[in-house]
């Protein structure tokens, strides 16, 4: 990999594909799924539930990442309707074994098979089950380099970037390690230097 001054990844982070922000109902992640061909979901939540109590920076804090799950997955879980309701506890939603969560392998179900009249937004999907709780993530002071080794070492498609205290910066993709992606972004970096 040629070497590039200044090879950080906060130095050419894709502002694009930073911080997923969750979704407030359902259908915005549907949306989200149905617009972003091959994107990673990360799982962000706040430590604790939201009360009636907090401020406005509590309710807003920055959500920490606690895992990914890929969109295979997701779309399995809705189709199957794997989701419990606000009023009930997350322990009522059904479980799927590893068999059932992989008997489509390798032609897994479309986002465009969900039939989105079917699906209650005011239903909860626990994902935490099916989630990759400890993904390669890297900080964002790594180096490209280094990203570029674990993406070619690894066969990964997506990296996620989080800081020290757990919150997700950004995310990283093998289009991120393209020789002109990396050029442009150090240009954009200099440039507002």
């Not at 590039?4 to 982070?13: D, I, Q």
């Not at 079917?118 to 909860?124: A, D, E, Q, T, V």
């Not at 099916?130 to 690894?154: D, E, G, H, K, W």
Request: proline share 8%.
């Amino acid at each position: 990999m040629k070497s590039y001054p200044s090879s950080e990844l906060r130095n050419v982070c894709d502002e694009q594909n930073a911080a997923v922000e969750p979704a407030e109902e359902g259908e915005d992640l549907l949306q989200q799924m149905l617009e972003r061909r091959h994107a990673p979901y990360p799982n962000l939540y706040p430590d604790q539930s939201p009360s009636e109590e907090w401020t406005m920076e509590e309710r807003f804090r920055p959500l920490t990442f606690h895992g990914l799950i890929l969109r295979s997955q997701l779309v399995n879980l809705l189709i199957r309707g794997v989701c419990y309701s606000e009023t009930q506890s997350s322990a009522t939603q059904p479980r799927l074994s590893f068999a059932e969560m992989t008997e489509d392998y390798p032609r897994y179900p479309d986002i465009h098979e969900v039939d989105l009249a079917l699906l209650n937004p005011r239903m909860i999907v626990d994902v935490t089950p099916y989630m990759n709780t400890s993904p390669y993530a890297v900080s964002p002071n790594t180096r490209i380099s280094q990203v570029f080794n674990l993406f070619r070492t690894m066969g990964l498609r997506h990296l996620p970037v989080v800081n020290a205290v757990g919150e997700i910066v950004g995310i990283i993709t093998r289009h991120n390690l393209t020789h002109e992606f990396l050029v442009a972004k150090l240009r954009q970096h200099y440039i507002t230097i």
